[in-house]
């Protein structure tokens, strides 16, 4: 293990929804064990409620659908606000 771990690509915790509609929940940014990647932690908000890990490049990137570019997840707005 390094010293000195390489910076984190922040995933910022929060709702959000995929560009396929279903929603999540953003637990956290983690570290693969063996490459130290980047990962965001998130959980559905669906069914089982499972956790799913993704690299924090690809959770934050966009896609292009239909020939339209957009997030491959957005931020839904904090509860309560």
């Known amino acids: 293990m390094p010293e000195h771990l390489p910076p984190l690509i922040e995933t910022p915790p929060g709702r959000y929804r995929h560009y396929k509609g279903m929603a999540y929940e953003v637990v956290g940014t983690v570290r693969h064990s063996e490459t130290l990647e980047p990962m965001t932690l998130y959980r559905?908000?669906?069914?089982?409620?499972?956790l799913w890990v993704r690299p924090a490049a690809m959770f934050n990137e966009e896609v292009v659908i239909g020939g339209v570019r957009q997030p491959r997840f957005t931020r839904l707005p904090d509860e309560g606000l």
Do not use: I, K, P
């Open 44 to 50: 559905a908000l669906y069914g089982e409620h499972g």
